[in-house]
């Protein structure tokens, strides 16, 4: 979690019109960089990435909020309006042009994959739906 990421997340939480559409596009925009920053063969150091991101959080939000918090928050049905909001998905294309708005269902598919391994319950609910459609819309093998 670099600077310059760090910029471009508070950038975009203050196009949200109240402080709580911010709150919910900082969660989201954060979570898909830490959820992007998963796809790679090196091997990741859990501790540190966790403590960079929950430093960075408790630094903008306050106590309370953690990556672990975050990243419950992405795989139930409150993210829907930030999912489904075309302002936000404009926003996070132009201050986040590294997270292709293409992978968004893929990340989150993966947080649901996470949590319905920590929980033992399916995947169900208005998000599954959500990236059910938008697989389909792409055409993706499998949907």
Same mark, same amino acid.
């Given at each position: 979690?670099? !600077?310059?990421?760090?910029?471009?997340?508070?950038?975009?939480?203050?196009?949200?019109?109240?402080?709580?559409?911010?709150?919910?596009? @900082?969660? /989201?925009? &954060?979570?898909?960089?830490?959820?992007?920053?998963?796809?790679?063969?090196? %091997?990741?150091?859990?501790? !540190? /990435?966790?403590?960079? @991101?929950?430093?960075? *959080?408790? #630094? %903008?939000?306050?106590? $309370? #909020?953690?990556?672990?918090? /975050?990243?419950?928050?992405?795989? =139930?049905? !409150?993210?829907?309006?930030?999912?489904?909001?075309?302002r936000f998905m404009d926003a996070f294309?132009? #201050?986040?042009?590294? *997270?292709? *708005?293409?992978?968004?269902? @893929?990340?989150?598919? &993966?947080? &649901?994959?996470v949590a319905k391994n920590i929980s =033992? &319950?399916?995947?169900? $609910?208005?998000?599954?739906?959500?990236?059910?459609?938008?697989?389909?819309?792409? =055409?993706?093998? $499998?949907?």
């Open positions: 979690m670099n !600077k310059a990421i760090q910029d471009k997340l508070l950038a975009l939480m203050r196009e949200g019109r109240d402080r709580t559409e911010s709150l919910d596009w @900082f969660r /989201v925009s &954060l979570g898909l960089f830490y959820l992007a920053a998963l796809m790679t063969e090196e %091997t990741i150091d859990f501790k !540190k /990435v966790d403590r960079e @991101f929950n430093r960075f *959080i408790y #630094h %903008t939000l306050g106590k $309370g #909020h953690t990556i672990t918090s /975050v990243l419950q928050y992405m795989s =139930g049905a !409150k993210v829907m309006p930030t999912v489904e909001s075309e294309r132009r #201050h986040c042009p590294e *997270i292709p *708005i293409a992978s968004i269902p @893929f990340l989150l598919e &993966l947080n &649901l994959g =033992g &319950l399916e995947a169900a $609910g208005p998000l599954a739906d959500w990236i059910a459609r938008r697989k389909a819309e792409a =055409g993706a093998p $499998g949907a």
